[in-house]
């Protein structure tokens, strides 16, 4: 599908990815951008880009009747952007409790999954339209150090294939963004390589003008994704060396 003139919302769009799909969306002439966060006054940069063009919403994917109020508020859209996520860098084993756990699996897969519900009927009115899911290149293999959020990101994984699935007779084009380390507030903790944030919003928005169904963006997501084809163990077990409570910032993957 083309950018310009898209009807696009992007969740998270506080966030360090997110602000990026805004400008760029922008830039590349979507017609109105609904940008979404758990609280308005986190918005307000994003407005004064374009205050005709960028339209607030006080969206939390966790809160059912929120998703309903959002698209019932947004029923032109034809871009969906489920970019909203958490990672709270806990293992399974060493965590304390499984609370971190059922926050990252209610945000990164529940909320994603509320999200492509509420918004699958919307977009087959708009003829098909686009979902990009901001899922993880640790979707396809476990990063020890963040494991309940790579857990997590592999259930998005699973969903949004499950999702593309049930929306191809709608014409609807379900694309899963799987980067690396991404350089925002999030991955502050994780190690070097990080690709920019506006690197993976750029390769997103190409990604879905060109119809593809996997986006990588950035050279360490694009060798991964090949390492994982060719050798899925031996990444497994390179992964396996970046183990919870590691002081990783600084170090390199
Ligand atoms: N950074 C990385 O290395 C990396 C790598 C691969 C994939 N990703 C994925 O890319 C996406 C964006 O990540 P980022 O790095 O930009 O992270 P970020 O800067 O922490 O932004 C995350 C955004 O998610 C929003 N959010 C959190 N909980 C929410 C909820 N319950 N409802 C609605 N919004 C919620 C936050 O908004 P408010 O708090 O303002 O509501 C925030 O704007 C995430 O899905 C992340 O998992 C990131």
């Not at 310009?4 to 590349?28: D, K, M, P, R, W």
């Not at 519900?117 to 009115?125: D, E, G, V, Y």
Request: proline content about 5%.
């Amino acid at each position: 599908m083309e950018i310009n003139n898209a009807i696009a919302l992007v969740t998270g769009a506080s966030g360090g990815i997110g602000s990026h799909f805004v400008e760029q969306l922008l830039h590349s002439g979507a017609a109105k951008v609904y940008v979404c966060a758990r609280s308005l006054n986190r918005l307000d940069e994003l407005v004064d880009l374009n205050p005709d063009r960028v339209i607030p919403v006080e969206l939390d994917v966790t809160d059912p009747d929120s998703v309903i109020a959002a698209a019932n508020q947004c029923s032109d859209v034809n871009l969906l952007i489920n970019n909203a996520g958490i990672a709270l860098n806990q293992g399974v084993i060493a965590a304390d409790d499984l609370k971190s756990a059922r926050a990252e699996i209610e945000v990164n897969y529940f909320g994603m999954m509320s999200m492509c519900r509420a918004f699958a009927p919307i977009l087959k009115q708009q003829g098909g339209g686009t979902i990009a899911n901001l899922v993880s290149l640790v979707g396809k293999v476990n990063l020890p150090f963040s494991g309940s959020y790579s857990a997590s990101k592999a259930a998005a994984l699973s969903m949004t294939q499950c999702v593309r699935a049930e929306l191809a007779s709608q014409g609807t084009l379900v694309v899963a963004v799987m980067p690396g380390t991404v350089d925002t507030s999030m991955a502050s903790e994780w190690p070097e390589p990080k690709v920019a944030p506006a690197e993976v919003a750029k390769a997103t928005l190409q990604g879905i003008i060109d119809g593809q169904e996997d986006v990588y963006p950035g050279e360490q997501a694009a060798q991964v994704s090949e390492q994982l084809l060719s050798n899925p163990k031996g990444v497994e077990k390179y992964m396996a060396g970046f183990l919870p409570g590691m002081a990783l910032a600084g170090a390199t993957a």
